[in-house]
């Protein structure tokens, strides 16, 4: 059920990243919010859990959505927003959804992507070097890569 709602929210995200060169922080934070959610009732689907069991599920699925998201910010904080935040908030909502380890596989798989398609176009003479493009449409097709691929974590 969270990976229908990334890559629902995601599409979304997606063509107004494209669109408009920005992504609506109320798109964003609905995707955050919605991922956190749902990975709570997921973790929760045979009982809700009590004491030590319960804190350690409901920190495992923030500490899935925050510490990719939180990395991703410094990031675009270090490249003075070459990376901009809504990549970051991108990448927190697919951490809620996937956990942490299949969205840095995702955002690893990204980064390729972009690589490659940036690479094709200086080839091609359509890019520069200096060419900015959106992100987010590569975390998207990196996250589906690598949770319809079936990387599963450790």
Sequence with gaps: MTAAWFFLWGAAAL????????????????????????????????????????????????????????????????????????????????????????TFWGSVAAVVLAGVFSLAGVAAGKLTRKSRLPFIPFLYAGMAWVVLGGVRAV
């Design 15 to 102: 063509v107004q990243d494209l669109r408009l060169k920005k992504v609506s922080v109320k798109l964003l934070r609905t995707g955050c919010l919605g991922g956190a959610l749902l990975a709570m009732l997921s973790a929760f689907r045979n009982g809700v859990p009590s004491g030590a069991r319960l804190l350690a599920e409901v920190c495992g699925v923030l500490a899935g959505g925050l510490l990719p998201g939180v990395l991703t910010a410094g990031i675009s904080r270090l490249t003075d927003g070459a990376l901009g935040m809504a990549d970051a908030w991108f990448v927190a909502a697919a951490g809620f959804c996937f956990g942490a380890f299949r």
